[in-house]
């Protein structure tokens, strides 16, 4: 069942579904996009990681 969260702007947005389908989409398109450049699934692994550490990071920091 889909949360409903208070945003800024005053309106709502569904936070269960909506932060499962960006942080897969995220992950996805950075790991996609790294094998297509480098075509090495350590460094898509490695993007898949770090776009995590810049989650976490932007939380502590915001």
Sequence with gaps: MPVEI???GGGFA???SVA?????MGSALAIA???SVNQ????AIL???FGWVYVVYY???R
């Design 14 to 16: 569904r936070g269960s």
């Design 33 to 35: 996009i790294s094998w």
């Design 47 to 49: 993007h898949g990681f």
């Design 20 to 24: 499962k389908a960006g942080i897969g």
């Design 40 to 43: 090495s699934i350590l460094w």
């Design 59 to 61: 939380a502590i920091v």
């Design 6 to 8: 208070h945003t800024r």
